[in-house]
């Protein structure tokens, strides 16, 4: 395994695959995880400095909930071009660009600092070249804890786009162009305290949270890659605060996904959920987002797949993926939005990886897409 440090290579003698590899252990090297708002502030600094400098188009910097973001506006853009800079935490290790063969792993390599990489060098050379492409662009720090930054921004009117796309998808490298929708909800049983010695005192509702887990699970099986149906995934658990205490209440996070087919609305999803639960449960939700589904035969989507095709020369699916991203946010006020990025896989894990080989793709993709917009 080798270990990138920062490259002594002077930028202007390196090669671009050199280059590639010097930037994404740069990005990755950022801490932008949540609640470090200072340092994902300076992330997005420098990606200004470093990829923008010779842009002329209009900055517009501003922070939503305490998180920045940075938008890049054109004046007639025929395309928005988004994505987010904020990581999930990680081992301290994973902060390090790390290589075998192939394959780059780090947090942030795929989901997704090394997918925003190729195009940010295909930009700053078309800039540098005079050549400045019609497209506006959007980098949030808010996305892996479901932020407000783009709803924020739709409100105000200063996202008015034809299309918006991204390179945030899973593991497929194929263009994505729908998206189940997403709830989170709160599940809780609710009991009567006691001391733990004395259990008989009270009534202890972790026993009654464990059997609507059960009865969830089974009528909300986990499925595999291959289906489409809605998902109900138990994450985050709390009981009592003391180890010889009963809890008033039991609680469990509910990870929901939803086929707008199945479910039209997260109120339908819910309804669902709800006729499963026993007595003495209640679920209640604090975070929705939209499905997303755009036309396959929309003009970006086929002006992409082609481009793909010419570059990667195998063909390249349209479909769909199960995860939530901000593209979705686009759909749900009118907006064509879709996704395409380079292959890798591991996300939000410890052996987070991208291929190198695909992100030289995603160059010379991003590169002659820039330039059939301009």
Same mark, same amino acid.
């Given at each position: 395994?080798?270990?990138?440090?920062? =490259?002594?290579?002077?930028?202007?003698?390196?090669?671009?695959?050199?280059?590639?590899?010097?930037?994404?252990?740069?990005?990755?090297? /950022?801490? &932008?995880?949540?609640?470090?708002?200072?340092?994902?502030?300076?992330?997005?600094?420098?990606?200004?400095?470093?990829?923008?400098?010779? &842009?002329?188009?209009?900055?517009? %910097?501003?922070?939503?909930?305490?998180?920045?973001?940075?938008? !890049?506006?054109?004046?007639?853009?025929?395309?928005?071009? /988004?994505?987010?800079?904020?990581?999930?935490?990680?081992?301290?290790?994973?902060?390090?660009?790390?290589?075998?063969?192939?394959?780059?792993?780090?947090?942030?390599? #795929?989901?997704? #600092?090394?997918?925003?990489?190729?195009?940010?060098?295909?930009?700053?050379? $078309?800039?540098? %070249?005079?050549?400045?492409?019609?497209? &506006?662009?959007?980098?949030?720090?808010?996305?892996?804890?479901?932020?407000?930054?783009? @709803?924020?921004? !739709?409100?105000?009117?200063?996202?008015?786009?034809?299309?918006?796309?991204?390179?945030?998808?899973?593991? =497929? *490298?194929?263009?994505?162009?729908?998206?189940?929708?997403?709830?989170?909800?709160?599940?809780? $049983?609710?009991?009567?305290?006691?001391?733990?010695?004395?259990?008989?005192?009270? #009534?202890?509702?972790?026993?009654?949270?464990?059997?609507?887990?059960? +009865?969830?699970?089974?009528? /909300?099986?986990?499925?595999?890659?291959?289906?489409?149906?809605?998902?109900?995934?138990?994450?985050?658990?709390?009981?009592?605060?003391? #180890?010889?205490?009963?809890?008033?209440?039991?609680?469990?996070?509910?990870?929901? +996904?939803?086929?707008?087919?199945?479910? *039209?609305?997260?109120?339908?999803?819910?309804?669902?959920? %709800?006729?499963?639960?026993?007595?003495?449960?209640?679920?209640?939700?604090?975070?929705?987002?939209?499905?997303?589904?755009?036309?396959?035969?929309?003009?970006?989507?086929?002006?992409?797949?082609?481009?793909?095709?010419?570059?990667?020369?195998?063909?390249?699916?349209?479909?769909?993926?199960?995860?939530?991203?901000?593209?979705? /946010?686009?759909?749900?006020?009118?907006?064509?939005?879709?996704?395409?990025?380079?292959?890798?896989?591991? !996300?939000?894990? @410890?052996?987070?990886?991208?291929?190198?080989? &695909?992100?030289?793709?995603?160059?010379?993709?991003?590169?002659?897409?820039?330039?059939?917009?301009?």
């Amino acid at each position: 395994m080798t270990v990138f440090f920062e =490259s002594k290579t002077p930028k202007g003698k390196a090669s671009l695959e050199e280059r590639m590899i010097q930037e994404l252990a740069k990005l990755i090297s /950022f801490r &932008s995880i949540v609640g470090a708002n200072d340092v994902k502030k300076l992330c997005l600094e420098y990606i200004e400095k470093t990829f923008f400098s010779s &842009s002329p188009l209009e900055r517009i %910097r501003g922070e939503v909930k305490d998180c920045p973001y940075l938008f !890049l506006q054109h004046k007639n853009p025929k395309l928005l071009w /988004f994505a987010h800079t904020d990581v999930v935490p990680g081992e301290e290790g994973q902060f390090t660009l790390q290589r075998e063969g192939d394959i780059l792993l780090g947090r942030g390599v #795929k989901d997704m #600092k090394g997918a925003i990489l190729p195009f940010l060098l295909a930009y700053r050379e $078309a800039c540098e %070249r005079g050549d400045v492409p019609p497209v &506006s662009i959007l980098l949030t720090s808010d996305e892996e804890i479901v932020g407000q930054t783009i @709803p924020a921004l !739709l409100q105000k009117g200063l996202l008015k786009v034809p299309v918006a796309f991204t390179p945030d998808t899973g593991s =497929s *490298p194929h263009i994505v162009v729908e998206h189940k929708g997403a709830l989170w909800a709160s599940l809780e $049983a609710k009991g009567k305290g006691a001391h733990g010695a004395m259990p008989w005192k009270g #009534k202890n509702p972790i026993p009654l949270l464990a059997e609507a887990i059960q +009865r969830l699970t089974k009528a /909300f099986p986990e499925g595999g890659e291959g289906d489409w149906h809605m998902t109900v995934t138990p994450t985050q658990l709390q009981g009592s605060k003391a #180890k010889n205490q009963i809890p008033e209440t039991a609680s469990c996070v509910l990870d929901i +996904r939803f086929p707008p087919e199945v479910h *039209p609305t997260a109120e339908e999803a819910l309804a669902c959920i %709800r006729k499963e639960l026993p007595a003495g449960c209640t679920v209640t939700p604090f975070i929705t987002t939209p499905s997303l589904k755009t036309d396959p035969a929309h003009p970006l989507v086929q002006l992409v797949k082609s481009i793909a095709e010419e570059v990667t020369e195998e063909t390249v699916l349209i479909g769909r993926e199960h995860g939530a991203t901000e593209a979705q /946010f686009f759909a749900a006020v009118g907006i064509p939005a879709f996704l395409y990025g380079p292959k890798g896989g591991g !996300l939000h894990a @410890p052996d987070e990886w991208v291929s190198l080989a &695909s992100l030289m793709q995603q160059y010379e993709f991003s590169t002659r897409l820039l330039k059939s917009l301009s």
